[in-house]
């Protein structure tokens, strides 16, 4: 259910589990229970709530030698500071993370640690650090490719360089258009689809592209080609309305309720 955007009853559903895996005495379910609702908790908003679950967290398994749900505590950990504007703490946790997933060799847990370096270096208003992050992000394999990449794209004002944005904005939407595509023919030839969390964050992805789109600066498109501004202009709508149909399929009310105030 939390896949599907219902962080509520996955909050309580890893309640449940977690006083199952203390009266078995399964520290590894204990803490991976005490992680995802720590995870929850930052979905619904309750950033502090979900800290006082990861900070005790985070203490017991410092002795422990580095595991991927170690790394998801670290990640998970850093990006809970950065919402509270901890900032150096932030930093810290999610370097630490990031070290702790290459000497693993997990890419896609490497990917999340270099984009969510990027957020909080965005926060501390070091553009060019978070720029290499995102662009580092880009390089790796894992789910996050076209989040980096749109994060860069926003990035591009605060550096100075609208100049790059309308060719930023082609290729971008180039490659949602071939996601879509192959989207489209794994459905046609009956195989498996990705699963539901990994849709649901493409259908966040495409409206946030979107809403960033509608934001921008007009003199931003008129530095484009006209086909592009049509094209760009054009298939806003149609995003939007796909991806809240998509988010009404999942059962995601909250990817519903984004794409509708968009």
């Given at each position: 259910?939390?896949?599907?955007?219902?962080?509520?009853?996955?909050?309580?559903?890893?309640?449940?589990?977690?006083?199952?895996?203390?009266?078995?005495?399964?520290?590894?379910?204990?803490?991976?229970?005490?992680?995802?609702?720590?995870?929850?908790?930052?979905?619904?908003?309750?950033?502090?709530?979900?800290?006082?679950?990861?900070?005790?967290?985070?203490?017991?398994?410092?002795?422990?030698?580095a595991?991927?749900?170690?790394?998801?505590?670290?990640?998970?950990?850093?990006?809970?500071?950065?919402?509270?504007?901890?900032?150096?703490?932030?930093?810290?946790?999610?370097?630490?993370?990031?070290?702790m997933?290459?000497?693993?060799?997990?890419?896609?847990?490497?990917?999340?640690?270099?984009?969510?370096?990027?957020?909080?270096?965005?926060?501390?208003?070091?553009?060019?650090?978070?720029?290499?992050?995102?662009?580092?992000?880009?390089?790796?394999?894992?789910?996050?490719q076209?989040?980096?990449?749109?994060?860069?794209?926003?990035?591009?004002?605060?550096?100075?360089?609208?100049?790059?944005?309308?060719?930023?904005?082609?290729?971008?939407?180039?490659?949602?258009?071939?996601?879509?595509?192959?989207?489209?023919?794994?459905?046609?030839?009956?195989?498996?689809?990705?699963?539901?969390?990994?849709v649901?964050?493409?259908?966040?992805?495409?409206?946030d592209?979107?809403?960033?789109l509608?934001?921008?600066?007009?003199?931003?498109?008129?530095?484009?080609?006209?086909?592009?501004?049509?094209?760009?202009?054009?298939?806003?709508?149609?995003?939007?309305?796909?991806?809240?149909?998509?988010?009404?399929?999942?059962?995601?009310?909250?990817?519903?309720?984004?794409g509708?105030?968009t």
């Amino acid at each position: 259910s939390f896949a599907q955007g219902d962080a509520q009853s996955a909050m309580r559903y890893w309640q449940q589990a977690e006083e199952k895996y203390q009266q078995g005495a399964d520290d590894l379910g204990l803490w991976g229970s005490q992680l995802n609702q720590a995870k929850a908790l930052q979905t619904l908003g309750f950033y502090r709530r979900s800290q006082a679950l990861l900070a005790p967290l985070s203490e017991t398994l410092s002795s422990q030698p580095a595991s991927l749900l170690k790394v998801n505590v670290w990640l998970t950990h850093g990006q809970g500071l950065r919402l509270l504007g901890e900032l150096p703490q932030s930093e810290r946790y999610l370097l630490e993370g990031l070290v702790m997933a290459q000497g693993l060799e997990d890419a896609p847990h490497q990917q999340a640690a270099h984009l969510y370096l990027g957020n909080t270096l965005v926060a501390k208003e070091r553009w060019a650090a978070a720029a290499a992050h995102y662009a580092e992000a880009m390089t790796l394999d894992g789910p996050l490719q076209l989040t980096s990449q749109l994060r860069q794209l926003q990035l591009l004002p605060a550096r100075r360089l609208e100049s790059q944005i309308p060719v930023q904005i082609q290729v971008l939407v180039s490659r949602l258009e071939a996601a879509a595509s192959d989207e489209a023919s794994d459905e046609a030839s009956d195989e498996a689809s990705d699963d539901v969390a990994t849709v649901s964050a493409r259908t966040y992805l495409k409206m946030d592209f979107a809403r960033w789109l509608l934001q921008t600066s007009p003199t931003v498109f008129s530095q484009a080609s006209l086909s592009l501004a049509d094209a760009v202009e054009g298939g806003l709508a149609g995003w939007l309305q796909g991806a809240i149909a998509q988010s009404q399929a999942l059962g995601d009310r909250t990817a519903e309720s984004y794409g509708g105030a968009t």
